[in-house]
């Protein structure tokens, strides 16, 4: 009795019931307790680059940020829900964002008070500074919580008065297109300094940066430079393949080498570019060059070497041409760049370092120069290949001690489009409308039959 019972399909079913149910409640009890979360969509487009979650680490209070936007928007729909579902991916690692929204029609008065003009504006909040947003993505808003982190105001001065490259000019051979506004916009003043009129490099120049001058230097506003080194000062040095008018002492105090001639690398042409350019693709470990992977182009780049010695430390920032060459011809513009081939008795053979750290210790803090054998590699007309601006800015961004105001790399947008030919849709749509159907009666069919035999 006993026994039928326990075989009886009734508590069976019961027994799996409550089986169910106990494995629902305990994983109900384990997803309160632990929180785990997986992104698999095609792009990991619902994850934060890692970069932004350090950023958000070093972030030590409470970030407001508040929307100015509709329920409803002519062109978006629901507004509201598309910026809450992108900042909840960043109070998934920061819960103390706080996120409020107010409707510009129904308290218009706020709204004018805050100075906001677009609907959908973001005013970020965030250790007693703010920011308007006009415009969402996940560089936008994490280089903005950089920004209001940046609790000091840092100077980036170039040097002019010699028809060197400005660092907020248009002109094609300047600096100020792409690379200076990114350095605005991380939150850097940029400001230029002629020597012939300051009486020494301003104290409160973070990082001097000095491109190829035209005319010739005076004599007085080396020593400034001179001086500015001496004491301590960082510096961004940009040397092209031309004479250096009057900084040939600045070159001395820091014990460089500056053979003549300009990089030929054949790895250029394959991507279309002159020999004369080039290409940077693998770097040398250093705070510069942390987890940068992307392609720099330096066109006519002339190769930097260096007395080694006790007083300052070297690291090479940019190695190229491997199965390249620096040649005098090029330089001199004697030769055609089609034409040119490798000359052992007047080129030397490749890799050549283009980009190269100095550190040394002095007035009991750390002093730190960059120099580069190309200055046209940040110039408006050329900032835009590859990598060049990001790795002027994290250049600067090191030179100043801001190593946090890292640079942001866009995610790639992958092709998820599934293009098919007309024989696989022939043979897609037969499988699912004659296929399928006809495999399931079978199997059905099979089943009946055993169980009619049984």
Do not use: C
């Not at 010699?162 to 506004?181: S, V």
């Amino acid at each position: 009795m006993l026994r039928k019972f326990f075989t009886s399909p009734v508590l069976r079913n019961l027994l799996f019931v409550l089986l169910l149910l106990g494995i629902v409640l305990g994983l109900g009890y384990l997803a309160t307790r632990y929180h785990m979360q997986r992104d698999i969509t095609f792009n990991a487009s619902n994850s934060l680059e890692q970069s932004s979650v350090e950023v958000l680490k070093q972030l030590g209070g409470p970030v407001n940020i508040t929307v100015y936007a509709t329920e409803q928007d002519a062109r978006l729909g629901d507004i509201r829900k598309i910026i809450r579902n992108f900042i909840s991916l960043y109070q998934r690692y920061k819960p103390d964002i706080k996120l409020v929204f107010i409707d510009p029609e129904k308290e218009p008065e706020k709204t004018r008070a805050a100075r906001v003009q677009l609907n959908g504006e973001l005013v970020v909040e965030y250790a007693g500074r703010s920011e308007h947003l006009t415009q969402l993505n996940e560089q936008i808003l994490t280089g903005t919580l950089l920004r209001l982190a940046h609790s000091s105001d840092k100077t980036v001065m170039y040097l002019d008065g010699h028809g060197e490259r400005k660092l907020d000019g248009i002109a094609n051979h300047d600096l100020g297109a792409l690379f200076g506004a990114k350095l605005k916009q991380n939150g850097l003043r940029i400001a230029s300094l002629n020597l012939a009129l300051a009486q020494e490099v301003p104290r409160n120049a973070s990082v001097l940066v000095i491109t190829q001058p035209q005319v010739d230097l005076m004599p007085g506003e080396a020593d400034k430079l001179l001086r500015y080194v001496e004491h301590g000062g960082n510096l961004l040095w940009l040397v092209d393949a031309e004479p250096l008018r009057g900084l040939e002492r600045l070159a001395e105090k820091l014990d460089l080498l500056l053979p003549p001639g300009i990089v030929v690398d054949p790895a250029s042409t394959g991507m279309n570019a002159p020999a004369t350019w080039a290409l940077g693709a693998v770097y040398p470990p250093h705070a510069v060059t942390r987890n940068f992977n992307l392609i720099t182009a330096f066109p006519s780049a002339r190769p930097l070497m260096w007395n080694e010695n006790q007083e300052w430390q070297h690291h090479v920032l940019v190695e190229v041409a491997a199965r390249g060459w620096v040649s005098r011809y090029a330089a001199n513009g004697n030769v055609p760049v089609s034409q040119l081939r490798f000359d052992k008795r007047h080129d030397t053979p490749g890799p050549a370092v283009i980009a190269v750290a100095l550190q040394r210790n002095v007035n009991d803090r750390e002093q730190r120069i960059v120099v580069v054998g190309s200055g046209a590699f940040l110039a408006n007309s050329f900032a835009g290949n590859g990598g060049n601006v990001d790795l002027g800015v994290n250049m600067v961004n090191w030179l100043a001690s801001e190593e946090r105001l890292i640079t942001l790399q866009p995610r790639a947008a992958k092709d998820s489009n599934l293009v098919l030919g007309k024989t696989q849709l022939t043979v897609i749509g037969v499988g699912f409308l004659v296929g399928l159907p006809l495999l399931l009666s079978v199997v059905g069919g099979l089943m009946w039959w055993r169980r009619r035999r049984a």
